[in-house]
């Protein structure tokens, strides 16, 4: 089920969305094709290790972190991708690997592939590896406001 946090946050925010379960998927692509969405449409959510914080690097689920873009584009050579066991108490309220791009609601700071951005609706892994949530892209930028970077580099077809 949805974290209250999350759903007490877009309902505050009058954020209309859309909740959808599916049989349990663990990768991006399992949950896009579960929910029958372009790969393109579904965000995934990656947690970095920048100056010494961690943030969030939400991008499309056929793409992958681009380390070099990202530490150009943040302007620091030690970037990393967090491991499980260093972020997983970040988000009580979610399952390991289905947190919700919504870093703002834990203090993080979060950064979107500038290719998500192309799309209207985003799709979104909603705590769990069984439900996801739909929002106009407009909207989620509204709400969180990501900084947008080129971050990732294409890994499959959309």
Do not use: C
């Not at 759903?7 to 990768?27: C, G, I």
């Not at 914080?53 to 689920?61: E, I, N, R």
């Not at 990393?80 to 919504?102: H, K, V, Y």
């Amino acid at each position: 089920m949805i974290s209250l946090r999350l759903r007490k946050f877009l309902d505050e925010n009058k954020v209309p969305y859309e909740t959808q379960m599916h049989r349990v998927a663990y990768t991006a692509q399992q949950v896009a094709a579960e929910e029958h969405v372009p790969g393109r449409m579904m965000a995934k959510t990656v947690i970095l290790h920048s100056k010494g914080a961690f943030a969030m690097a939400v991008l499309a689920a056929h793409r992958r972190v681009d380390l070099a873009a990202l530490r150009q584009a943040l302007k620091d050579a030690d970037v990393r991708l967090a491991t499980e066991a260093e972020f997983a108490s970040l988000f009580p309220d979610s399952e390991t690997g289905a947190m919700p791009p919504f870093g703002n609601l834990y203090g993080l700071a979060v950064y979107v592939d500038e290719m998500l951005a192309k799309d209207t609706e985003i799709v979104f892994n909603a705590g769990t590896h069984r439900e996801t949530i739909k929002v106009k892209f407009t909207d989620f930028l509204k709400v969180v406001r990501p900084q947008i970077l080129p971050l990732a580099a294409q890994t499959a077809a959309a």
